[in-house]
DNA sequence: CAACAATACATCGACTTCGATGTATTGCAA
DNA sequence: TTGCAATACATCGAAGTCGATGTATTGTTG
């Protein structure tokens, strides 16, 4: 997911560390920060595999700037994570928001299509976080306030996405 | 999380691991996949730190099955947990749809309300994934139908479960 | 003018998690 | 009857993440 983003930022700019890490933050700190002490070492990675570059410019700042810029391998790294994502990055939504943040970089739109179809697929399917033997249970059906909240929740999400997924399916087929 | 998730389900009823892994997996499984490399280590720190006990009883499966229990210190520990989250648990949805899974197991509704509100209080605060300067954008500014996608789901999901706590919390203050 | 926040890096050890692998038994289906 | 799935543990190394800490400069505010 630190991964994808730092991907994901880089192909739309150039940046440097302080930067990113800003982006990073806006985009996803509200709900799930990411340490500094995660983010050097994953740009450290990226660069020993080939996928972005460091430029050090005598900054304005205090220390020099070094600026990340993505390698042609990069973006085919990017292009090849967002088209063939792991099955978390469809189902934790956190990972699926992450995704989603940079799917329109990945050009061909049946290619977006057939990302958002499998999530699609995925809240199709019957499941729940609670059970009665192998039966997922509706909100209806918990006596737990807290738990019901959960399903509640979960299934107002689920519609809203479907409804979602649906209408930008159609765009997208229609062209 | 992980954590929480062994507390609470032992504090219901002692179990052996096997069980709690299915468990653990029909409540997060399916967005959240928990390996089994991550359960073991988990139990055993939680045993080294005195909060569960072991009890090993010649199984009726293969292995002798080694029936967990909460101790008086576990007991003690989820309420600790359940009433005091950190901030990820209220701000990380995978984190929070766990503990109100739980959270039914903090006696005093006093306490299961103030855990509420610190949620209440995170969703009302003016948040979003992308922003021009400071100021976060609405789903109907953003052109990239993706990212339009995250803040329609997102917001979708913020009125539902905003209804829902202010309901709850009316419910818990009646008594 | 002093203190502090913000900018801009970076490392380190501790801890957690993951994926792979291993052992052994029961029961069912091909 | 052979093999596979399910039951029921468990470990190991590789990798990732976190929190703390450190350095140095600029700009702002009291």
Request: proline share 6%; net charge positive; glycine share 6%.
């Amino acid at each position: 997911m630190l991964e994808l983003a730092i991907l994901g930022f880089l192909f739309e700019a150039p940046l440097h560390g302080y930067e990113l890490r800003k982006r990073i933050a806006a985009l996803t700190g509200h709900i799930k920060p990411v340490a500094e002490g995660s983010l050097y070492p994953a740009v450290k990675r990226l660069e020993k595999a080939g996928l972005l570059t460091r430029e050090t410019r005598p900054g304005a700042g205090a220390a020099p700037r070094h600026v990340l810029s993505l390698t042609a391998a990069g973006r085919a790294e990017l292009r090849r994570r967002l088209a063939e994502p792991a099955e978390t990055d469809i189902t934790d939504e956190n990972r699926w928001f992450t995704l989603l943040a940079f799917l329109r970089h990945l050009e061909a739109p049946r290619a977006q299509a057939a990302v958002l179809e499998r999530r699609l697929a995925f809240l199709s399917e019957p499941a729940s976080f609670f059970y009665s033997g192998d039966r997922p249970l509706r909100a209806e059906e918990m006596d737990d306030p807290f738990r019901r909240g959960v399903l509640l929740i979960a299934r107002a999400t689920s519609r809203a996405e479907l409804a979602w997924l649906r209408g930008t399916l159609a765009e997208l087929r229609a062209g």
